[in-house]
């Protein structure tokens, strides 16, 4: 999996790594409404799981740990957030086992939206807007390297090139792609050791 580069998708012009979350976000819910009233829910849900297990996923790699550092309290904000992002993950475990064809799946991810969503509002409120006064403009462009290889493995839309160059990292259940972005995260920051 050595031969994972970032590609073109992450050549966007965001270089502060708080735009560049907030914009995850916003991919977030709108793949969540695609989920509900899209065409093809089964590939919208895919693609719903890959951008939630990169985006937390570079959040708990990447960001949280500065926050921990900085913030005032940061051990307490950031311990509430890694538990809102343990039960999400097991939530979209539970669905993805369920599939969307399962008559529960509707209620069940009306529960995880709300869940992701407040989760988001809490990050946005407590988190995002300190760490930009917090840190440094070096420290804000490491972040946002670490964030934008992670995002190249998650494309939310079906581009051709880059889905068969992840492939392998995106397929299986929800906690194996987690695992795979870590390691890539891992090496793209250098601290996979
Ligand atoms: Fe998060
Ligand atoms: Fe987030």
Known sequence: MSDHRPTTETTTDEADVVDLLLRQHALIRDLFDEVETGGDRA?????????????????????????????DGGEDVID???????????????????????????????????????HARSEERYEFTLLRALTNEAERRSMTLGVKAAEAMAPTRPHPGVESATANVLLGPPVAIMDRTRDLIRKAMGTDG
Do not use: C, S, W, Y
């Open 43 to 71: 590939g919208a849900f895919r693609r719903l799981v890959r951008m939630l297990a990169v985006h937390e996923t570079a959040e708990e790699e990447i960001v949280h740990p500065v926050a921990r550092r900085v913030l």
């Open 80 to 118: 509430e957030r890694l538990a809102e992002e343990h039960e999400a993950k097991e939530m979209l475990d539970r669905l993805d086992q369920l599939g969307p064809d399962d008559p529960e799946f509707d209620k069940n991810l009306q529960v995880l939206r709300a869940a992701v969503l407040a």
